[in-house]
T-cell receptor, first 114, second 106 residues
Framework: EAQVTQNPRYLITVTGKKLTVTCSQN?????MSWYRQDPGLGLRQIYY???????DKGDVPEGYKVSRKEKRNFPLILESPSPNQTSLYFC?????????????FGPGTRLTVL | QKEVEQNSGPLSVPEGAIASLNCTYS??????FFWYRQYSGKSPELIMS????GDKEDGRFTAQLNKASQYVSLLIRDSQPSDSATYLC??????FGGGTRVLVKP
């Protein structure tokens, strides 16, 4: 089954404790993104990757890191989480390298930073 | 000004009626437009994509694009309670509006 998976689905952590949210897709898509979704603000792109070893900042990159060592995986790293990073996070993949196509979303990770 | 604007709603429609959702965008060079449906606590799923001016129909859904006026709309005909969700407009792929919440009342 074609899908995007994310882990963990739910995470409660404390300020400053490094964490990683994994994302994997099995559709051989070049383009992958991370979004956060907050009430009233919609989906905002954090980082994106057009291909292996190519990553770039989206609209709200502060406090986040990503890497793209393999085509299928695109982990999101919070080196020192803060309460304002409490949000619902989605990973998405898209065919092609422009990002201008349909996006396939993972199930989401609900993060709470205390 | 946001790049993609939507009325947040809620848009309340009776069952069987037509729900009309609108989205405006700022980048005149945009070529690809998408409507996603998102149920509460779930991930967005694609309903329609549209790339050319005019209408595109798929079942009960019709997307309308007017590049000159920089808006894209979604019509839901014969609205069902299961259509109650938030509808997200996306432009160029990663630029999303804030979403319109739709409530279909039996």
């Amino acid at each position: 089954e074609a899908q995007v998976t994310q882990n963990p689905r739910y995470l409660i952590t404390v300020t400053g404790k490094k964490l990683t949210v994994t994302c994997s897709q099995n559709m051989n898509h070049e383009y992958m993104s991370w979004y956060r979704q907050d009430p009233g603000l919609g989906l905002r792109q954090i980082y994106y990757s057009m291909n292996v070893e190519v990553t770039d900042k989206g609209d709200v990159p502060e406090g986040y890191k990503v890497s793209r060592k393999e085509k299928r995986n695109f982990p999101l790293i919070l080196e020192s989480p803060s309460p304002n990073q409490t949000s619902l996070y989605f990973c998405a993949s898209t065919p092609g390298t422009s990002g201008n196509n349909e996006q396939f979303f993972g199930p989401g990770t609900r993060l709470t930073v205390l | 000004q946001k790049e993609v604007e939507q009325n947040s709603g809620p848009l309340s429609v009776p069952e069987g009626a037509i729900a009309s959702l609108n989205c405006t965008y700022s980048d005149r060079g945009s070529q690809s437009f998408f409507w996603y449906r998102q149920y509460s606590g779930k991930s967005p799923e694609l309903i329609m994509s549209i790339y050319s001016n005019g209408d595109k129909e798929d079942g009960r859904f019709t997307a309308q694009l007017n590049k000159a006026s920089q808006y894209v709309s979604l019509l839901i005909r014969d609205s069902q309670p299961s259509d109650s969700a938030t509808y997200l407009c996306a432009v160029k792929g990663p630029q999303f509006g804030g979403g319109t919440r739709v409530l279909v009342k039996p």
